[in-house]
């Protein structure tokens, strides 16, 4: 069965360094990715979509990468703040009709000034 | 604001009542999307609507699940005979698909917390 899997152990980092998160599948092929940031309490937040045929995306101080030999994506936040704490999920999406999300568990950041 | 929006936003209830919520999407998204989350899980799969047709249902978690969405616009999804295990987030999420081969993100609600008690 397909599986995505996020480090479930939270991350800590200092405020200023870069936060790498990631996110690895198996039994899948996805055509899309997505990353999603989700704060206590709240539905997740849309923060970049990769397809397959690309390699990397950035926006602002976000990169994602694509590797669908290794079948992973990593998700960097550069100069890292307080308020990027959360939850940061991964989501692949298929060609099927639907293009329904799956979910990685997500991987907590906790960046301290 | 025009993102998408959910009610309630809290939702408790005695085991074996009904519950209905309701999903308004974003005005020019023709696709509409429902999840459930629980407690330190991602998002799992419920069913989707394409306008007002309900085009995958088989994720949905038993047959106390439903969901319409009758005009094409607001959805509703409804729990019959709630358990304590249907305690969860409920979260709605709509897109843009212009065509067949095309795809957009999918921009989600805040969600229905629903506790069974």
């Known amino acids: 069965s397909q599986k995505i899997e996020q480090n479930s152990e939270a991350l800590n980092i200092q405020e200023g360094k870069t936060a790498t998160l990631t996110c690895n599948y198996t039994?899948?092929?996805?055509?899309?990715l997505q990353w999603y940031r989700q704060d206590p309490g709240r539905g997740p937040v849309f923060l970049l979509l990769?397809?397959?045929?690309?390699k990397e995306k950035r926006k602002e101080r976000l990169k994602v990468t694509f590797d669908t030999t290794l079948k992973q994506s990593l998700f960097h936040i550069t100069a890292s703040q307080p308020a990027d704490s959360a939850t940061y999920l991964c989501?692949?999406?298929?060609?099927?009709?639907?293009?329904?999300?799956?979910f990685g568990g997500g991987t907590r950041l906790m960046v301290k000034p | 604001d025009t993102g998408v929006s959910q009610n309630p936003r809290h939702k408790i209830t005695k085991r074996g009542q009904n519950v209905t919520f309701r999903c308004d999407p974003i005005?020019?998204?023709?696709?509409l999307y429902w999840y459930r989350q629980t407690l330190g899980q991602g998002p799992e799969f419920l069913t989707y609507?394409?306008?007002?047709?309900?085009?995958?249902k088989s994720r949905l978690l038993s047959d106390r699940f439903s969901a319409e969405r009758p005009k094409g616009s607001f959805s509703t999804l409804e729990i019959q005979r709630t358990e304590q295990g249907d305690s969860a987030m409920y979260l709605c999420?709509?897109?843009?698909?212009?065509?067949?081969?095309?795809?957009?993100?999918?921009?989600f609600g805040p969600g229905t917390r629903l506790t069974v008690l």
């Open positions: 989501a692949l999406a298929g060609n099927n009709a639907g293009n329904m999300l799956t």
């Open positions: 990769i397809r397959e045929n690309e």
């Open positions: 609507f394409q306008n007002e047709a309900q085009l995958e």
């Open positions: 039994n899948y092929s996805p055509a899309y």
């Open positions: 999420a709509s897109s843009r698909q212009l065509a067949v081969s095309s795809y957009n993100e999918q921009f």
């Open positions: 005005s020019e998204h023709n696709r």
